[in-house]
Nanobody
Framework: QVQLVESGGGLVQAGGSLRLSCAVS????????MGWFRQPPGKEREFVAAISTRAASTIYANSVKGRFTISRDNVKNTVYLQMNSLQPEDTAVYYC?????????????????WGQGTQVTVSS
């Protein structure tokens, strides 16, 4: 089973930036596409961004396109989410996860286990 540990969240003012990290262990990291999700207060978990095994392909939710960038380091077994121009509506707990297919990340409910997440709060 893949173990996921998210970090890097915090409190930031609108317009600011944060970089999230997700350390992965338990399986061969480079065999998995990786993705980020978020769960705003009182709402369901939603897809944010995903990246293929060798970083050749990325996909983003429309709400974050042009502001967020997903990347990965297959040596450090870590996936990152660089978040720029943050807005209050980006406030959420952010989670990462792994899958064999990039398009799997479009359906958060298909994922059975999750890490503890990292809280991102954007003040106006």
């Amino acid at each position: 089973q893949v173990q996921l540990v998210e970090s890097g969240g915090g409190l930031v003012q609108a317009g600011g930036s944060l970089r999230l990290s997700c350390a992965v262990s338990g399986r061969t990291f480079s065999n998995y596409a990786m993705g980020w999700f978020r769960q705003p207060p009182g709402k369901e978990r939603e897809f944010v961004a995903a990246i293929s095994t060798r970083a050749a392909s990325t996909i983003y939710a429309n709400s974050v396109k042009g502001r967020f960038t997903i990347s990965r380091d297959n040596v450090k077994n870590t996936v990152y989410l660089q978040m720029n121009s943050l807005q209050p509506e980006d406030t959420a707990v952010y989670y990462c996860n792994a899958a064999f297919q990039l398009e799997s990340f479009r359906w958060p409910r298909s994922f059975g286990s999750w890490g503890q997440g990292t809280q991102v709060t954007v003040s106006s």
